[in-house]
């Protein structure tokens, strides 16, 4: 089965740090851009962060920019984001997704998703 | 920053009611747009790309179309399997609109 599995949240108090990780299972994403995406309670769809197949390109939304760093292992099949200074409006479900780029003009979106992992940030 | 305003956040519909859901983008995005619906506790799901092209495995009475700067979201016949959020994004910079529920009459 096709599947990516996040894991590494927690509760963190206001200026610490997690480590989130996301395995994939199922498919190789070496070729893949790999994306993270969250979602605070009760609130729409943010996207935070970018990394492209071979790290080269890699993107953050000015909300973590400075503080969130993605990066990848291709041999382990899996994807991390590392979180440091958290704030409490970084209290969200924090979601993995591979992301199936663009070939010919066509942008094929977000089509596997993980099942998200919670991270609270509060005193 | 593109900016992407779906309406409306909230809509209230019947089984076989047709909706539509509405995305504009503050920039044109050609055809650079996804919709997802998501189910409470549950992650996004594709249900159509490149602005009208279904995801595979995604029922026929889901269509999308526009381009531009104006895109929708139609259900032909809603189905209660259908009572969810629909978010769309745009994909020039992976930004996403405010998410619209769709909750049952």
């Known amino acids: 089965e096709v599947q990516l599995v996040e894991s590494g949240g927690g509760l963190v108090k206001p200026g610490g740090s997690l480590r989130l990780s996301c395995a994939a299972s199922?498919?190789?994403?070496?070729?893949?851009?790999m994306q993270w995406v969250r979602q605070a309670p009760g609130k729409g769809l943010e996207w935070v962060s970018y990394i492209s197949s071979s790290s080269t390109y890699i993107y953050y939304a000015d909300s973590v920019k400075g503080r969130f760093t993605i990066s990848r292992d291709n041999a382990k099949n899996s994807l991390y984001l590392q979180m440091n200074s958290l704030r409490v409006e970084d209290t969200a479900v924090y979601y993995c997704?591979?992301?199936?780029?663009?070939?010919?003009?066509?942008?094929?979106?977000?089509?596997?998703w993980g099942q998200g992992t919670m991270v609270t940030v509060s005193s | 920053d593109i900016q992407l305003t779906q309406s409306p956040s909230f809509l209230s519909a019947s089984v076989g009611d047709r909706v539509t859901i509405t995305c504009r983008a503050s920039q044109g995005i050609s055809s650079y747009l996804a919709w997802y619906q998501q189910k409470p506790g549950k992650a996004p799901k594709l249900l159509i790309y490149a602005a009208s092209t279904l995801q595979s495995g995604v029922p026929s009475r889901f269509s999308g179309s526009g381009s531009g700067t104006e895109f929708t979201l139609t259900i032909s016949s809603l189905q209660p399997e259908d009572f969810a959020s629909y978010h769309c994004?745009?994909?020039?910079?992976?930004?996403f609109g405010g998410g619209t529920k769709v909750e049952i009459k």
């Open positions: 199922g498919f190789s994403l070496s070729d893949d851009i």
């Open positions: 994004q745009q994909l020039t910079s992976f930004t």
């Open positions: 997704a591979r992301d199936r780029g663009r070939y010919s003009g066509t942008y094929y979106g977000f089509d596997i």
